[in-house]
């Protein structure tokens, strides 16, 4: 049905300064599992993940306990548990100094001394965030409904992962970009990647793209500009006659300046079936790409998963 409340209406106008501003403040959290943690493929242990309350890290195991820190879009706080309990501290309209403040006042009250790369990644200029004084706006009915959008998103994404045999991904969210993604793989290396991504070492970005990828993911908007929120699908390396295929829905268009499709946020929204809609272009992207670039899709790819059922070997 159309208007499903599920999909909740984003504005770039109303709700752009409040997801901006968490843009910002989820590089401070998201600086804690990459100090600690040990590398995983692709950065994977370094993202943050959608609950029903907001974004999470994954279990930290510092030395002085393992540990999670959370944006509690809910219930508005920043939110640090551990073995022992929870402590939080409120998440409002405030500076990146002070955010960066709060989150490390929790960590050290709970005893952990962890030090970080203390400025932003993937945004440019990268002000360090403890001289990050601008005031920064957080609304609470803007966060909601960031949430709901996550949520819808991250339970259409996690459908469309179940169809995969081969190597995938998680649905994670990355904090320098500010996006939920997830990434098929074909299996094999992909050419050296000429980095180039602003105030990110090009060691991250190649590692990050080590193999042949298709990946989709939801840009509700950031930090770094103007304009979403949209979802997006793109193949590195690029297949030639990508740009020209033939996708769905019919909202659907390739953007030649970001160099892959892109299908507005509103599109979904207002579709009569907004899941529907969005699994149309996940698998239409997908199979141009990985039949423009010779994928073994007979052996990577499976049925849709459902509840209780194991798949057939």
Known sequence: MANDPRWPALSAERDG????????FSQVIGKVPTAVLPWRNHGWHLTLHVGPRGLSTEPVHAEGGTFTLAFDL??????????SGRATAPLASMSVADFHRSVFDLLKAAGHDIAIHAAPNEIDPAIPFDEDTAPRTYDPASARRLLGALLSADRVFRLFRSSFLGKVSPVHFFWGSFDLAV?????????????????????VTR???SHEVSSAGFWPGGAGGPGGPFFY?????????????KVAPEAARFDTTLGEFILDYEAVRTAPDPDAALLAFLDSTYAAAADLAGWDRAALECATGHPGIPRAV
């Open 207 to 209: 590692e990050a793209y």
């Open 74 to 83: 809910a219930g508005h706080q920043i939110v640090y548990e551990d073995t």
């Open 183 to 203: 990434t098929r793989f074909s299996g094999r290396t992909a050419p050296r990647h000429p980095g180039g991504i602003p105030n990110l070492p090009d060691d």
């Open 233 to 245: 699908s793109y193949a590195y390396p690029t297949p030639d006659g990508f740009a020209a295929a």
């Open 17 to 24: 300064p409040t997801i901006a501003a968490l843009h910002l």
